[in-house]
């Protein structure tokens, strides 16, 4: 699976738009971008995919560029709820299973 | 659904004995996964399974390490003898084989040995 690249950290003012960037310049075309993320004592959470069109759901927006190496998630309105590390996980679908593996992820910030 | 649920929620030994962790995954889900997490390491993936077969156990750290699906609603995984070094917080997570399907996560079982 292709390796991801994501700022250490990000802060963001409430109710402000939170934009995660996510660097995945080896991935293949039958890779897809997932967001996960961790509120501080959980399990992780999914939030969204995507392959190659821009998608939106209750809870967020994915980007991803046109060459698909790179994408941003944007949170429209953070709340305090969102702080929490975001992962961004690039992961082929051929195998049938969906094996996950985590980096580093983003540590998002939202304060009042 | 309940979710995936796992026991203990905590869970302190001392250095030697033997833990098991535990860990019921969501209904009709045919695929497990049992994570790692340290401030060191991050979250590491130790084991998978599917359909009740270890599918890639290549995270496992070492022999005092197993892990076992005896049927589609449980799976252990177990450390004996435990190590200090084995503190961290353990989490299961299940999903649909196939496809597209979001992984859902226990609450996760905080390890600490003493």
């Known amino acids: 699976d292709a390796k991801t690249t994501q700022p250490t950290s990000m802060d963001c003012a409430e109710g402000r738009a939170a934009n995660l960037p996510c660097n995945h310049s080896t991935i293949s075309g039958n890779e897809y971008v997932y967001w996960y993320r961790q509120i501080h004592s959980q399990g992780p959470q999914y939030i969204i995919h995507?392959?190659?069109n821009n998608e939106t759901n209750e809870m967020a927006s994915l980007i991803i560029t046109e060459d698909r190496k790179s994408s941003t998630l944007i949170l429209p309105h953070a709340t305090l709820r969102d702080t929490a590390v975001y992962y961004c996980?690039?992961?082929?679908?051929?195998?049938?299973?969906?094996?996950?593996?985590f980096g580093t992820g983003t540590r998002l910030l939202v304060s009042p | 659904d309940a979710g995936v649920i796992q026991s203990p929620r905590h869970e302190v030994t001392e250095m030697g004995q033997e833990v098991t962790l535990r860990c019921k995954p969501i209904s009709g889900h045919n695929s497990l996964f049992w994570y790692r997490q340290t401030m060191m390491r991050g979250l590491e993936l130790l084991i998978y399974f599917n359909n009740n077969v270890p599918i890639d156990d290549s995270g496992m750290p070492e022999d005092r390490f197993s892990a076992k699906m005896p049927n589609a609603s449980f799976s252990t995984l177990k450390i004996q003898p435990s190590e200090p070094r084995d503190s961290a917080v353990y989490f299961c997570?299940?999903?649909?084989?196939?496809?597209?399907?979001?992984?859902?996560f226990g609450q996760g079982t905080r390890l600490t040995v003493v």
């Open positions: 996980i690039v992961r082929s679908m051929n195998t049938g299973f969906q094996k996950l593996v």
């Open positions: 997570a299940s999903t649909k084989t196939g496809g597209f399907t979001e992984a859902f």
């Open positions: 995507g392959l190659k």
